[in-house]
């Protein structure tokens, strides 16, 4: 498995192209709100399954930084990923979601 991270800021920044199995997200909610985006995060990893979320703060390496966006990708080269979701209300156990995901996993 390779995996590497890149900060995506400011929010006219592009990233190059690489192939990828899973893209992990976090970053603050201007980028995320920034017009293209989306457009651009998908064109530099069209066949990844892309999760994130929104920070108060974004750590890169040894480097702490606000008003940014981390991206870190991973390449499986071959093992499998899935991608699934559970709905989880606030009261739910988060066990009882992970039960819910593995059903929607298995092959």
């Keep these: 498995?390779?995996?590497?991270?890149?900060?995506?800021?400011p929010p006219g920044a592009e990233l190059s192209p690489q192939s990828?199995?899973?893209?992990?997200?976090?970053?603050?909610?201007?980028?995320?709100?920034?017009p293209g985006f989306a457009?651009?995060?998908?064109?530099?990893?069209?066949d990844a399954v892309t999760v994130g979320c929104s920070t108060a703060g974004?750590?890169?390496?040894?480097?702490?930084?606000?008003?940014a966006c981390i991206v870190t990708a991973a390449a499986s080269h071959g093992a499998m990923t899935v991608d699934a979701a559970?709905?989880?209300a606030a009261?739910?156990?988060?066990?009882?979601?992970?039960?819910?995901?593995a059903l929607l996993t298995e092959r």
Excluded at 1 to 9: E, I, L, P, T
Excluded at 58 to 67: F, K, P, T
């Design 20 to 34: 990828a199995d899973l893209v992990l997200v976090l970053g603050s909610v201007d980028i995320f709100d920034s």
């Design 39 to 46: 457009t651009r995060l998908t064109a530099a990893y069209p």
């Design 58 to 67: 974004e750590i890169a390496g040894d480097s702490v930084l606000n008003g």
């Design 86 to 88: 559970a709905e989880m």
């Design 1 to 9: 498995m390779r995996v590497w991270q890149s900060a995506f800021a």
């Design 91 to 101: 009261e739910t156990a988060v066990e009882t979601a992970g039960d819910r995901l």
